[in-house]
């Protein structure tokens, strides 16, 4: 499936909501040879652990790349794609910029912008992190703020906005 321009579908939605099997159930239902982007920098053992129960739940099928910043760069174009996901990717620019909200948030609107104008699906996931409890410290509210304001903007880049409660997708915007 593809358009003219990138049509973005935005999963978000709480630790465990079931974001990522609900995003890799409709992308294989658009496509018989999906692609899998993780942006995750595997940090230590028990989150390898997590990279690899989420790699055990894709088979033969899937296109699979690793990459931290530079999604628009693989070869994705008029792809049914998954773009997993936001908040690891903004770790990714926020680190890079050392905590500084404006430019990890320019760095990662490029990233949307340049998917929005390529032809594809893509399907990007994303966490509701200021749902939970307010952040102890300062760079943990500097982070909530900055997934906030990167989650409102690809969701009205989006043309489907689903919010994953429980395992149930409610649809919160459709195009």
């Given at each position: ?11 978000t939605g ?63 174009e ?32 490029t ?25 102890e ?39």
């Amino acid at each position: 499936m593809s358009t003219d321009n990138g049509d973005i579908i935005f999963i978000t939605g709480g630790a465990r909501s079931g974001k990522s099997s609900y995003a890799q159930q409709l992308a294989l239902s658009l496509s018989s040879n999906p692609v899998y982007v993780a942006t995750a920098k595997v940090w230590d053992d028990d989150f390898e652990k997590r990279v690899q129960r989420h790699k055990n739940d894709r088979d033969e099928r899937w296109i699979n790349y690793e990459e931290q910043r530079n999604v628009c760069q693989l070869p994705i174009e008029n792809k049914v794609c998954i773009i997993d996901c936001v908040t690891l990717w903004l770790t990714n620019f926020f680190i890079d910029t050392k905590n500084d909200i404006d430019a990890a948030l320019v760095l990662f609107k490029t990233q949307i912008n340049a998917l929005h104008k390529m032809p594809g699906t893509f399907i990007i996931i994303s966490n509701e992190i200021g749902m939970g409890v307010h952040a102890e410290s300062e760079i943990g509210r500097k982070f909530t703020d900055l997934q906030g304001w990167a989650n409102q903007y690809t969701a009205a880049k989006a043309s489907k906005v689903i919010l994953m409660v429980s395992g149930i997708p409610v649809n919160i915007k459709e195009k």
